[in-house]
């Protein structure tokens, strides 16, 4: 709801954005001011002391070619490791027909389908999105006490646009080096889920 308030093109005062989202989510569900502001802060830059604009990169025209160009760089990448990659998305790299690594690219935030839903066939999972919903996720990991363990326990790692970007690039990348290097940006909350709480 707050990115729909945002796409509309104009930029959305916070009291109006609170209360759209809170008309559209009314009694037991509406959402807390936190929450709300998270998606603000994951989507929108400022433009005053109460005026929020979407970012540029987050057009829906702009987020469709991210999405294609992430899993045209996973697929790329998975072939040069000399995997059976897939079309979809969720892109699953294959080794003698078996799954051993499973993406799902994301543009929000959206954990919990994936999270809670069905399992993915596949030794590893990852879930990649963009860097400006890493707070958004962060949030959502510290909030929803069902994420957590299905995070650790799915064998999930959440990775950025970036980071693919980069892994695509390192033309020294190789088998061996893959997983530690799928790991080597993760967000903080995901960092936390090893630490005695």
């Not at 093109?9 to 807390?32: I, N, Q, R």
């Not at 992430?70 to 040069?80: D, E, F, H, K, T």
């Not at 993915?120 to 707070?135: D, H, I």
């Not at 363990?149 to 064998?155: E, F, K, R, T, V």
Request: proline residues 7%; charged residues 25%.
């Amino acid at each position: 709801e707050v990115w729909r308030q945002l796409s509309q093109g104009s930029p959305v005062g916070e009291g109006d954005l609170l209360a759209a989202t809170y008309a559209a989510f009314p009694e037991t569900v509406t959402p807390g001011r936190s929450l709300v502001f998270a998606c603000v802060h994951s989507y929108a830059q400022r433009l005053g002391p109460d005026r929020w604009q979407l970012r540029a990169e987050d057009e829906p025209a702009r987020r469709a070619v991210d999405l294609a160009e992430i899993l045209a760089y996973l697929r790329a990448l998975g072939v040069r490791q000399g995997f059976e990659v897939d079309q979809a998305n969720p892109q699953t790299w294959r080794d003698a027909a078996q799954p051993v690594y499973v993406f799902a690219v994301l543009t929000s935030a959206h954990l919990s389908t994936h999270l809670l839903g069905e399992p993915l066939a596949g030794r590893r999972r990852f879930l990649v999105l963009p860097g400006g919903r890493a707070g958004l996720a962060e949030f959502k990991l510290r909030r929803d006490p069902r994420l957590r363990p299905a995070l650790s326990g799915g064998a999930w790692t959440i990775v950025k646009y970036r980071h693919i970007r980069r892994m695509a690039a390192d033309a020294r990348l190789t088998r061996a080096t893959l997983e530690p290097a799928l790991a080597a940006d993760p967000l903080e909350a995901a960092r936390q889920l090893a630490l005695p709480e």
